[in-house]
């Protein structure tokens, strides 16, 4: 039997884009009404999951499946994760804590619940 969380709550906006953000990556807030791409460290509001005509469409709620990086893979249960600078996520200390289900480390991937 197979677990399946993929669009479990999922909840969406749209608001406008600041730069450019890559489908299945992270954003921050940047203006009213406005999300961009994550620094390294940035807390993010959601995921970019479709872009047209400067606006983006933004996961806010739901279960999502991120990439990560760096040397400490995130762990199941509460787990602190901010932007990696690259679109996915990394553990990280005083960040806000998120609710891990599943940590794949030959993947290098994590789902959670925004």
């Not at 620094?39 to 996961?59: E, H, P, S, Y």
């Not at 279960?63 to 600078?85: M, R």
């Amino acid at each position: 039997m197979a677990i399946f969380h993929q669009e479990l709550g999922q909840v969406c906006t749209t608001m406008y884009l600041q730069g450019s953000a890559a489908d299945n990556t992270v954003c921050k807030m940047h203006a009213n009404d406005t999300v961009a791409a994550c620094a390294a460290g940035n807390d993010f509001i959601g995921v970019v999951v479709g872009k047209r005509d400067g606006l983006a469409c933004v996961q806010v709620a739901g279960f999502v499946t991120l990439h990560y990086t760096g040397t400490t893979a995130p762990t199941v249960g509460e787990c602190a994760l901010a932007g990696d600078g690259k679109g996915g996520v990394a553990v990280t200390e005083n960040a806000k804590k998120y609710r891990v289900l599943r940590v794949d480390t030959a993947a290098k991937t994590v789902g959670l619940y925004l």
